[in-house]
């Protein structure tokens, strides 16, 4: 499978922003969808965003006008800027890829990274 190393992650108060990054390795990556899942505690893990190989992003409603994800094909590198963040917006993120299209089930990626806390205070 492709090895992605997830970074950024941080405590941070309400309205602050953070950028996470998920790298990976191998001359494919260009042909993968990415996406990016959270899950609190307590709940169970959700989609948040992902990204096409074209481009083209799809969001989850929660995060819309908010959150932007972006691709670096060039640099094997997937971004996921988290504006006015919420406090319900704490989670531990994680980055996930695939072949083919953006899937919002998790349970559809096979490449994992390994997680990067978001936590958000009031």
């Known amino acids: 499978q492709v090895p992605l190393v997830e970074s950024g992650g941080g405590l941070v108060q309400a309205g602050d922003s953070l950028r996470l990054s998920c790298a990976a390795s191998?001359?494919?990556?260009?042909?993968?969808?990415v996406a990016w899942f959270r899950q609190a505690p307590g709940k169970e893990r959700e989609f948040v965003s992902g990204?096409?190989?074209?481009?083209?992003?799809y969001n989850a409603n929660s995060v819309k006008g908010r959150f932007t994800i972006s691709r670096d094909n060039a640099k094997n590198t997937v971004y996921l800027q988290l504006n006015n963040l919420k406090p319900e917006d704490t989670a531990v993120y994680s980055c996930?890829?695939?072949?083919?299209?953006?899937?919002?089930?998790?349970?559809?990626?096979?490449?994992w990274g390994q997680g990067s806390q978001v936590t958000v205070s009031s």
């Open positions: 996930a890829a695939r072949r083919g299209t953006v899937i919002t089930a998790a349970g559809a990626y096979d490449n």
């Open positions: 191998g001359r494919t990556f260009s042909s993968y969808a």
């Open positions: 990204i096409a190989w074209s481009g083209t992003a």
